[in-house]
T-cell receptor, first 114, second 112 residues
Framework: DQQVKQNSPSLSVQEGRISILNCDYT??????FLWYKKYPAEGPTFLIS?????DKNEDGRFTVFLNKSAKHLSLHIVPSQPGDSAVYFC?????????????FGKGTSLLVTP | DAMVIQNPRYQVTQFGKPVTLSCSQT?????MYWYQQKSSQAPKLLFH???????NEADTPDNFQSRRPNTSFCFLDIRSPGLGDTAMYLC???????????FGPGTRLLVL
């Protein structure tokens, strides 16, 4: 069963505008959330994360918002750039599990057009 | 640069012919992971090592084995690959008690 869901397989945004990528989860034990970015033929690269004790974390153009009551998080990219075109994976973990297994969504393919 | 390296990047094998994928890291991380990612699917954890302590996920097939001879290296052995094992295999590492995992570029395995 998929505990982390990214319901939009793809998203297209114009350069300079905001990109919003969404993620929903079902396991209330998850207490840490990460976003990874993946280019073709490369492994996922860590982008930004958030602990469940926070509702927002910002790093430059990237901001992650967490709504625990809705079991929903989102990644905002402002302004979007063509180099942001990639597949974005949402991942969640529960620190109560040994080894910190990451539960991934299926990814959202972002295309930023000039 | 500190990194996670996977070899080979592409591997073709025949149905039932054993195959070994390798992963090495220069990050000196305690924990190493193997994930399987099938086409259009989410990466799925197969197993992980904390140092030499091996932890198997409950639904990882017995066909998949792993070895970690030292801190830097970890191997994934598929004893009798089936067509359904065609996938990208991702190795990752992390420090103990640190949530962020760092991934290698992956090995794309094709079973014919």
């Amino acid at each position: 069963d998929q505990q982390v869901k990214q319901n939009s397989p793809s998203l297209s945004v114009q350069e300079g505008r905001i990109s919003i990528l969404n993620c929903d989860y079902t396991n209330s034990m998850f207490d840490y959330f990460l976003w990874y970015k993946k280019y073709p033929a490369e492994g996922p690269t860590f982008l930004i994360s958030i602990s469940s004790i926070k509702d927002k974390n910002e790093d430059g153009r990237f901001t992650v918002f967490l709504n625990k009551s809705a079991k929903h998080l989102s990644l905002h990219i402002v302004p979007s750039q063509p180099g942001d075109s990639a597949v974005y994976f949402c991942a969640a973990m529960s620190n109560s599990n040994s080894g910190y297994a990451l539960n991934f969504g299926k990814g959202t393919s972002l295309l930023v057009t000039p | 640069d500190a990194m996670v390296i996977q070899n080979p990047r592409y591997q073709v094998t025949q149905f039932g012919k054993p195959v070994t994928l390798s992963c090495s890291q220069t990050l000196n991380h305690n924990v190493m992971y193997w994930y399987q990612q099938k086409s259009s699917q989410a990466p799925k954890l197969l197993f992980h090592y904390y140092d030499k302590d091996f932890n198997n996920e409950a639904d990882t097939p017995d066909n998949f084995q792993s070895r970690r001879p030292n801190t830097s290296f970890c191997f994934l052995d598929i004893r009798s690959p089936g067509l359904g094992d065609t996938a990208m295999y991702l190795c990752a590492t992390s420090r103990l008690y640190q949530e962020t995992q760092y991934f290698g570029p992956g090995t794309r395995l094709l079973v014919l």
